[in-house]
């Protein structure tokens, strides 16, 4: 049987900026492996698919190599999907997934993410970390990935890391962090454990950026851009346990799978 697909880039308003991520609307799962035989066959950051069971919806990412718990730019690129692409009524989708609830909410065009707060912490500088990313290190934390602060903005735009060591990592990925020149904080992430060297765009990483940055900072509304080469900018608040992360998204490609 055919199934439609859609490619969004998330996080800009422009295409061929920001991330971009496959969404696949089924009527009911699919096979685990035939699953990442598609996102394999797209080899995108992320493939999202997302069934409506009973009265909500459920998602699921897996990038080209594996099935992972939490993805935001796929998220906000399924969400679009599903107002502009299927007219799903209203401006609020809630999703279940292998991280909880989570949800998105449309406001005046732009897409906000309501997803959990995961805290970083203090783990401290390593000769692994520094040689993996082969540039000095201010700090090291830990969350669901490794968290690096750099020294600045330019520092972490010139990061050459050495993937084969970065993959080596005890973490999925590594986020590399500073004070932004023209935002409050700039990030880059890199996960080849996972299939990605670097992502363009990402939104899980933010539920430990935007805490750290936050009580770095002292301030709960923040701007955010992730210097990859695409790129993308994220606004963020954080609010109790909860972190928003909001983004625009645009619609660049949609076609049919004809694989049965």
């Known amino acids: 049987m055919p199934l439609d697909f859609h490619q969004v880039d998330a996080f800009t308003e422009h295409p061929f900026a920001g991330n971009p991520a496959m969404v696949y609307r089924l009527d009911a799962w699919l096979p685990d492996e035939r699953m990442q035989q598609i996102a394999a066959e797209h080899n995108l950051a992320e493939t999202a698919f997302v069934v409506h069971e009973g009265a909500g919806w459920h998602i699921r990412w897996f990038t080209p190599t594996t099935e992972v718990p939490l993805c935001g730019h796929a998220t906000l690129a399924a969400a679009h999907v599903l107002f502009e692409v299927y007219a799903l009524p209203g401006d609020f989708i809630e999703f279940a997934s292998k991280s909880g609830r989570l949800s998105v909410t449309r406001e005046n065009g732009r897409l906000w993410l309501d997803f959990p707060v995961i805290e970083p912490s203090e783990l401290g500088v390593t000769v692994d970390v520094e040689r993996a990313l082969r540039t000095p290190v201010v700090d090291v934390l830990a969350s669901m990935s490794l968290l690096v602060v750099l020294e600045s903005e330019a520092a972490v735009r010139a990061c050459k890391p050495d993937f084969a060591l970065v993959s080596k990592l005890l973490w999925p990925g590594v986020i590399i962090t500073a004070r932004g020149d023209h935002h409050d904080f700039v990030s880059?992430?890199?996960?080849?454990?996972?299939?990605?060297?670097?992502?363009?765009?990402?939104?899980?990483?933010?539920?430990?950026?935007?805490?750290?940055?936050?009580?770095?900072?002292?301030?709960?509304?923040?701007?955010?851009?992730?210097?990859?080469?695409?790129?993308?900018?994220?606004?963020?608040?954080?609010?109790?346990?909860?972190?928003?992360?909001?983004?625009?998204?645009?619609?660049?490609?949609?076609?049919?799978?004809?694989?049965?």
């Not at 936050?214 to 709960?220: A, V």
């Not at 923040?222 to 990859?228: D, E, H, K, R, V």
């Open 188 to 260: 880059r992430y890199f996960a080849p454990a996972i299939g990605i060297n670097e992502d363009s765009v990402t939104g899980s990483t933010h539920c430990s950026l935007i805490p750290y940055w936050s009580h770095r900072l002292n301030k709960t509304l923040l701007s955010a851009w992730q210097c990859s080469a695409r790129g993308g900018e994220l606004a963020c608040r954080l609010e109790d346990d909860r972190v928003k992360i909001g983004g625009y998204a645009r619609l660049v490609v949609s076609g049919r799978l004809l694989v049965e």
